[in-house]
């Protein structure tokens, strides 16, 4: 079975502007989680997506916002970039059962400049 | 609130020996979840074992085994006959429950593993 997978891979952007992630889930499973890794806060939830709905979110901004379709698939979008989005930014999936182990991509590296 | 505290920044070790990463939370929680997930450099998180609260015995996995004390609070990963491909980050995790479904993970810090020939 294939992993999870994310793309990009790496991104540069400037402040200001806005970033799409995606991230493709395990095949079989309905639930994708969002985490940020930052090497100040370490690795905080963002939000979590379950047969296109969100089930659960973190405490960050409204500028975070994320979506999911009915293949299960997941994208993020960050608005209005700040210099501290820069971030390994890391989708997991799972079968969506509660408590059950999720499984990550490799992650996204963004750079804002 | 519920915390993972992970005290080793950072440990050495020579390949073929064990080594022991510490892990202890924090919850008010009676039924919860510790995760124990390995990042290379590449930066996936790879997950290694799993331990449920009401588990009477230790997880393990192949060279992994999990030293569960729930009195204690602590969840330690222990890492047999260590290789040089085990050099690595190593966070804990716990499962957060925020409402009635869905998980969230909370983690560590973390622990930095160098392992050396």
């Known amino acids: 079975k294939a992993g999870v997978t994310q793309t990009p891979r790496y991104l540069i952007k400037t402040r200001g502007q806005q970033v799409t992630l995606s991230c493709s889930p395990i095949?079989?499973?309905?639930?994708v989680s969002w985490y940020q890794q930052t090497p100040g806060q370490g690795l905080q939830f963002l939000f979590e997506?379950?047969?296109?709905?969100?089930?659960n979110k973190g405490n960050f901004p409204g500028r975070f916002s994320g979506r999911q379709f009915s293949n299960s698939r997941s994208e993020m979008n960050v608005s209005t970039l700040e210099l501290g989005d820069s971030a390994l930014y890391l989708c997991?999936?799972?079968?969506?059962?509660?408590?059950?182990?999720?499984?990550f991509g490799p992650g996204t590296r963004l750079l804002v400049l | 609130a519920q915390k993972i505290t992970q005290t080793q920044p950072g440990m050495f070790v020579q390949e073929k020996e064990a080594v022991t990463l510490d892990c202890t939370y924090d919850?008010?929680?009676?039924?919860?979840?510790l995760f124990w997930y390995k990042q290379p450099s590449s930066g996936e998180m790879i997950f290694l074992i799993y331990?449920?609260?009401?588990?009477?015995q230790n997880a393990t996995e192949g060279r992994y085994s999990l030293n569960f004390q729930k009195a204690r609070k602590s969840a330690n990963l222990v890492i047999s006959a260590s290789q040089l491909g085990d050099s690595a980050m190593y966070f804990c995790?716990?499962?957060?429950?925020?409402?009635?479904?869905?998980?969230?993970?909370?983690f560590g810090k973390g622990t930095t593993l160098s392992v050396s020939s």
């Open positions: 997991a999936s799972s079968q969506g059962l509660v408590g059950e182990t999720q499984y």
């Open positions: 095949s079989g499973h309905r639930s």
């Open positions: 997506y379950f047969s296109e709905t969100q089930r």
């Open positions: 919850t008010s929680d009676q039924s919860y979840g």
């Open positions: 331990q449920g609260s009401y588990d009477e």
């Open positions: 995790a716990m499962r957060e429950c925020l409402n009635q479904a869905g998980t969230a993970l909370i």
